[in-house]
């Protein structure tokens, strides 16, 4: 009698935690998301610019801590995507608008970053050079993975946009990561 109570405590205890996993996510969700990515970058884009201004470890450093906040949200971010239906159309096209308003951000924030390439290098402790490439080639994969699972429940007619944005936003990546190469 214990060992089936036992059993079904269980099995209540792993029925739950799978129902968990699978948490019905919508349109207003990645859009929460991609306005606290927006926020993050945002933040990257100041602490960049004050970098250019008082090259310091300390500020330095905070570019390391805002690149992991930044892939932290684009990673919970991929996550809601993934747990979200196919978008309608004005879904759709609400993230597609939203997207378009972060592309800016994106690529001014890695014109930023590889336009204090000397500043960084010029630092007489550490090899923050270095971080920075690690965290430009962790955030550039898990933007693409972000990038690709929103494009695959996007409808039809946006693809051409949403596919134009990617390839602009990877090409940025692309040249920031060969900059610190």
Sequence with gaps: MRFAASVL????????????????????????DITYIAGNISKLNADINTFAVSSTLVHGLALHTDSVKLDTAVKGATTDVLATPTLTEDEGNAILTAVQDLEDGIIGALTNITA??????????????????????????????FENDLIAISPADLLDTANQIADTVNAAFAAAIAAYS
Excluded at 12 to 32: C, M
Excluded at 116 to 145: I, R, W, Y
């Design 116 to 145: 204090v390439k000397a500043n960084v290098q010029a630092l007489p402790v550490g090899n923050l050079a270095a971080l920075v490439l690690s965290d430009l080639k962790t955030l550039s994969a898990d933007t693409q993975t």
């Design 9 to 32: 405590t269980l099995s209540l205890v792993a029925t739950s935690s799978v129902a968990l996993t699978f948490v019905k996510r919508d349109a207003p969700t990645i859009l929460t």
